[in-house]
């Protein structure tokens, strides 16, 4: 019983990283969005002026959406998240790889089952430990699409 205990901690750790990983690509990609839209958006409104006054209206949308993306980007959460998704990513694959590690003992029987159950709850405590020190406070909004492709990555991992 502890033994699977221990399995399913370590395929957890293992989608909990591939998740992580995707996250902070995805909050990469929105927040490369916003930058490249805002350049595009500043060097094309300087050239449009040869074209102002057929498209006068194109023109006023993009420059206005341009500053409204431009007075709300410090209040978006991406690059704040970013670093710390980052973070934790790093710390739950020292703690996934720590966990891999020590498989080998729970599953050959070197250990007894208090010893398994007790290794679980310490690497749970130390990913808890991660997770307070990264985040601060930060709540990450759920990707349930990442999660799903993550869960089923992991499990092709672990059973193939």
Partial sequence: MYQVRYWNLLKELKAQVAYLHAYAASDELLDKSVNI???VTSSASIAGWA???EYQLVWA???AAS???TAIKPFLPFRKRLKAVSDLNTQIQAIFLEAE???????EGCITEEEIHH???RLKGRVLNAERSTMNGLVLP???KIERNCRDSSRRIFYG
């Fill in 37 to 39: 839209f805002l350049a």
């Fill in 51 to 53: 074209l102002w006054n």
């Fill in 101 to 107: 590690t020590g498989w080998y003992k729970v599953a």
């Fill in 142 to 144: 759920r990707k349930r």
């Fill in 67 to 69: 500053q409204v993306v």
């Fill in 61 to 63: 949308c993009i420059i």
């Fill in 119 to 121: 290794e679980t709850v």
